[in-house]
């Protein structure tokens, strides 16, 4: 009985240490995921104004020049996927590394932005042609990087489509793993621009110096690097938010694990008493 007690009370003492290092990472993860959520959301009005200015522009341009608009036949394809590089985030890397294999293997080349898909992708033996390391919090400069070597394998006529694979930040609970085409550009059919109130189409009275050609071409590679930088966004603030939660239910299981432990150790203790005392009532009724 002893041994059973002393058993309880060192798994006891284990669970209290692993419950300290899970909350103090779920305050850590708190700190980081506002700081993301702020930057993932303060980004978005930018990326849908860009959107309704391309629309405009697009309406004055010959768009059949422009090599970021082509439309080629699928020989070869180049999927950036957007990880982490920490792990201890629920079921994130798993559901985003899930959707790896609805890309056909034999034509899809890959570039990893994370750790995690580094890992993956090096494991599953798929064309990896480069992975770039990225900060918690990271910079138009350093995404820009991502997004040229991705346009630069598009241009070049090495790979026919890009993709993004990442996952979307929804809240605080709910992430989703999306895939994205970048190139060729073909946002403006699935764009729900509203209207002004007066009528009449949006964003066409804009005047565009030197021409609205050389405004499309100037746009279009801006368009691709803050797009990808808006995704990275989204997904920092989407393993911050998910490591978070993650961390607050290991912490409130570990604090229920010791309730039930407690409870198991005070029922074995009053066994343990009760025993005892039992066994000496049973002496002095047998001595006297």
């Known amino acids: 009985m002893a041994a059973n007690t002393r058993d309880i009370r060192r798994r006891i003492k284990s669970i209290k240490n692993t419950a300290q290092i899970t909350k103090a990472m779920q305050m850590v993860a708190a700190s980081k995921m506002r700081k993301a959520q702020q930057l993932a959301l303060a980004g978005r009005p930018f990326a849908e104004l860009m959107n309704k200015v391309l629309v405009s522009v697009r309406e004055r341009a010959d768009v059949a020049y422009h090599d970021l608009l082509q439309v080629r036949d699928l020989k070869k394809e180049l999927v950036l996927v957007v990880s982490t590089d920490k792990g201890l985030c629920g079921a994130l890397n798993t559901n985003l590394l899930r959707e790896v294999n609805q890309f056909d293997a034999g034509r899809t080349a890959y570039v990893a932005a994370g750790r995690k898909a580094v890992q993956y992708l090096v494991r599953t033996k798929r064309d990896l042609l480069a992975d770039f390391p990225l900060k918690d919090n990271p910079t138009f400069v350093e995404t820009k990087a991502i997004s040229k070597f991705c346009i630069e394998k598009f241009e070049k006529f090495e790979v026919d489509r890009v993709s993004v694979l990442y996952t979307h930040f929804v809240n605080t609970l709910i992430q989703k793993p999306l895939v994205r085409t970048i190139l060729p550009l073909s946002p403006f059919e699935d764009l729900k621009i509203e209207k002004p109130k007066t009528g009449g189409e949006p964003l066409t009275d804009y005047l565009y110096e030197p021409s609205a050609q050389a405004v499309l071409s100037a746009i279009l590679p801006y368009y691709v690097h803050y797009q990808i930088y808006q995704m990275v966004l989204d997904a920092r ?45 049973t002496a002095q009724m047998a001595l006297g």
């Open 237 to 281: 603030a989407s393993e911050h938010s998910a490591r978070m939660v993650a961390m607050k239910g290991a912490t409130d299981n570990a604090k229920q694990l010791i309730k039930d432990l407690t409870l198991e150790y005070n029922k074995l203790r009053q066994a343990s008493i009760t025993t005892e005392l039992l066994e000496i009532t």
